[in-house]
């Protein structure tokens, strides 16, 4: 029986995906009933987690891509927080325009920028209803 249970497990989180991360848009309930059991409620959207590295000294392009279900079509402004020391961006708040399906930014990386694995925070605000939530894993490695 135990073997079964694993399995299920294994086949449910292959359907819905492992999401860290929150859904956002006014579609968004609060009510846990009222989620559907596989993908997304209509009108809402979600920030794939992104994984990242670059080095100490190096400038870099980067995207987060947003997940849009049926009827959302909003802009979706991003906040990125929680950026380890000596890591910089060129737009601190970038936009996912309504037609895109990625906003793309750059990272820079000082000389002395701390060295180790980080998860910086992001934030996708839409235009109406609520905020997602997701990371950027980043890497700093010596140059």
Do not use: W, Y
Request: charged share 20%; proline share 4%.
């Amino acid at each position: 029986m135990k073997n079964l249970s694993s399995l299920c497990l294994v086949a449910l989180l292959a359907l819905t995906g492992c999401r860290s991360g929150t859904a956002g848009g006014p579609g968004v309930s609060k009510d846990p009933d009222e989620q559907p059991l596989v993908g997304q409620a209509n009108d809402t959207f979600q920030l794939e987690r992104t994984a990242a590295a670059i080095k100490q000294g190096e400038t870099k392009s980067f995207s987060i891509v947003i997940k849009r279900a049926t009827n959302f079509g909003e802009d979706v402004t991003l906040k990125f927080s929680d950026l380890p020391s000596g890591l910089s961006m060129d737009d601190s708040t970038p936009t996912i325009g309504h037609g895109d399906s990625e906003a793309r930014f750059t990272l820079t990386a000082a000389g002395d920028a701390a060295i180790g694995e980080f998860s910086i925070a992001v934030t996708g605000h839409p235009t109406n209803g609520s905020d997602a939530t997701n990371k950027l894993d980043i890497t700093v490695t010596k140059n």
